[in-house]
């Protein structure tokens, strides 16, 4: 077992969380060593997310610390330019993570009050051990991908994929496609699939927000600019969307939450849908809406939860991801919930005992991520000067 140097701080994940609290230690003149299981940064934008992707808020709520989104960027940014801003990101504060890095274990050592983690690298197949004072959890709310059980499922005589092996429509033209969730990736995909000509279904099954990105853009500046109670901007929210897409079930078989959009995002973490076209599409009926499905049947049909059966040659699962820091991280009771997700309210979200903090995790996407990450090199930087 390999023995490396001791960084005052190691952070585990070099997607943007990892990379924000980085540069914010950076700034502060913090040791710090990033830790990545894959083999480059950001790998959920660079290998894993299809091409039509944007970021659904506007961008001046979604640029990490320090270095802003040039003026000339497009309000809602495209994936191959926020890519470029995370190249440019890591330039500018020259991070170098360890890749192929799977953290196995890590535990505060009493004896010497510091973190020993355990890290297999994926290049030797060696076991090494790394000690800080602090420890920072930032492997994000997207973290492995979740394919739920379904009976009969590896008997589909079709192609079955999660969304991260979905790059576009292309190959998909004049095939059935049946999209398996209806966040924000399984409405964006369904509406890909059906502009390159895929004979489209999704399946709904839980009920959704509807809004657009005007509303949302609306409803961000509301809260955090004027300071307005989120159940005002809740209000005004499903208001605006009632005169936009009218009553919502007539299409999609659900209804609309009780609770709005942003207090269903803040204690649930579920996404409102930011419609970028797909409702059009649904409301003319080139997209169809399926409720729950039950079981495969054998060959390519699938069975749904009103007994009805259709044919499919493609299944596109944008069922989410699971986390997995229970498996490694030891001794933690404070701090995050066995799902990997905050246990304190925000805005103490990211502070834990001894060391530890988590970034990127509370459920408030990349303007989370910039709160988090400044949090934590503050609070670190108190505690060694």
Not at 91 to 102: A, D, G
Not at 369 to 377: K, L, T
Request: with cysteine.
């Amino acid at each position: 077992m390999a023995t490396i140097q001791e960084p005052k701080v190691i952070i585990v994940g070099a997607g943007p969380a990892g990379l924000a609290t980085a540069a914010c230690l950076k700034k502060k003149s913090v040791p710090y060593l990033v830790l990545e299981k894959d083999d480059c940064y950001g790998s959920m934008w660079k290998k894993y997310s299809y091409d039509r992707l944007h970021l659904h808020l506007d961008k001046q709520f979604c640029q990490l610390p320090h270095i802003p989104f040039p003026s000339s960027s497009p309000t809602y940014i495209p994936k191959k330019e926020f890519i470029q801003y995370l190249d440019d990101y890591v330039s500018h504060f020259n991070i170098s993570p360890l890749y192929k890095r799977t953290v196995e274990s890590a535990f505060f050592e009493e004896s010497t009050r510091k973190w020993n983690v355990k890290v297999r690298n994926g290049n030797s197949g060696d076991v090494e051990e790394y000690f800080s004072k602090f420890l920072v959890v930032a492997t994000g709310e997207a973290s492995y991908p979740f394919i739920p059980q379904v009976p009969g499922l590896e008997n589909f005589a079709g192609e079955a994929i999660h969304t991260t092996k979905y790059k576009n429509g292309e190959k998909f033209k004049g095939k059935r496609v049946l999209v398996v969730g209806c966040g924000n990736s399984g409405m964006e995909i369904a509406l890909d699939l059906a502009n390159h000509g895929a004979k489209t279904s999704i399946i709904v099954r839980s009920q959704i927000h509807l809004i657009s990105r005007e509303m949302a853009y609306l409803g961000l500046v509301m809260l955090l600019k004027y300071s307005v109670p989120y159940k005002l901007v809740d209000l005004i929210m499903v208001m605006l969307s009632k005169v936009k897409y009218g009553e919502i079930s007539k299409y999609y078989g659900v209804k609309r939450p009780k609770e709005g959009p942003f207090a269903s995002k803040l204690k649930y973490g579920k996404y409102p849908v930011f419609d970028v076209g797909t409702h059009q599409k649904i409301k003319s009926g080139e997209i169809q809406v399926l409720p729950a499905m039950t079981r495969v049947a054998g060959g390519n049909d699938v069975v749904f939860e009103n007994g009805k059966s259709h044919p499919f040659d493609v299944i596109v699962f944008a069922t989410g991801f699971k986390r997995t820091t229970h498996n490694w991280l030891q001794g933690d009771d404070y701090l995050l919930n066995e799902d990997g997700l905050p246990k304190p309210a925000f805005p103490d979200h990211w502070k834990g005992k001894k060391g530890l903090y988590c970034v990127g995790l509370s459920r408030r996407g990349l303007y989370g991520i910039a709160f988090d990450a400044q949090s934590i090199a503050t609070h670190i930087n108190s505690l060694l000067s």
